[in-house]
T-cell receptor, first 111, second 114 residues
Framework: SQKIEQNSEALNIQEGKTATLTCNYT??????LQWYRQDPGRGPVFLLL?????KEKRKERLKVTFDTTLKQSLFHITASQPADSATYLC??????????FGAGTILRVKS | ETGVTQTPRHLVMGMTNKKSLKCEQH?????MYWYKQSAKKPLELMFV???????ENNSVPSRFSPECPNSSHLFLHLHTLQPEDSALYLC?????????????FGPGTRLTVL
């Protein structure tokens, strides 16, 4: 069955550094991959969507890559700030099909 | 009100109670979803409604009963729940139900079953 893997360990980084989060998937060939941010006790908030024919997508300090050969997406936050601390969820999906969410990675940015 | 709203935000119920969760979206979307989120687990999709028709039921126990009277409202009726059903229940909506549709989530209902 399809499997979505995100770093189970929290990622702790210093303010100003680049945070890199990983999303790996197996037994799955998604056409789209979405990234969401979730703060404690709140619903996820959409950040970016990347398509299988796009290698990279950027939005302000955020960058997402999508490597269908490696079956992996990387999510980067440059010049990270304490306000970026949250859980980040990846969600791949196929054409005409639902999203499947990963368990998320906790990011902690320390000042 | 804008976005997706959910009520109540917190709910404590006994195993024999009957309660309902309500979700309303003000975005003009066609698809609505119920998800369950337990600690340190991925979001579990429970139900999907597209244009008021249920398109997905992920083997959810019958003690959870969804209702979608129109494309703006979604309910989750609860009865005879178990303690393991305690979780954050999230409602979401999107313009289209497929994977290219960005989903907008409500704040969730924190449910505790005693």
């Amino acid at each position: 069955s399809q499997k979505i893997e995100q770093n189970s360990e929290a990622l702790n980084i210093q303010e100003g550094k680049t945070a890199t989060l990983t999303c790996n998937y197996t037994n799955y060939s998604p056409a789209y991959l979405q990234w969401y941010r979730q703060d404690p006790g709140r619903g996820p908030v959409f950040l970016l969507l990347i398509r299988e024919n796009e290698k990279e997508k950027r939005k302000e300090r955020l960058k997402v890559t999508f490597d269908t050969t490696l079956k992996q997406s990387l999510f980067h936050i440059t010049a990270s700030q304490p306000a970026d601390s949250a859980t980040y969820l990846c969600a791949p999906g196929r054409y005409g099909n639902k999203l499947v969410f990963g368990a998320g990675t906790i990011l902690r940015v320390k000042s | 009100e804008t976005g997706v709203t959910q009520t109540p935000r917190h709910l404590v119920m006994g195993m024999t109670n009957k309660k309902s969760l309500k979700c309303e979206q003000h975005l003009g979307h066609n698809a609505m979803y119920w998800y369950k989120q337990s600690a340190k687990k991925p979001l579990e999709l429970m139900f999907v409604y597209n244009f008021k028709e249920q398109t997905e039921n992920n083997s959810v126990p019958s003690r959870f009963s969804p209702e979608c009277p129109n494309s703006s409202h979604l309910f989750l009726h609860l009865h005879t729940l178990q303690p393991e059903d305690s979780a954050l229940y999230l409602c979401a909506s999107s313009q289209e139900w497929t994977a290219r549709g960005e989903q907008f989530f409500g704040p969730g209902t924190r449910l505790t079953v005693l």
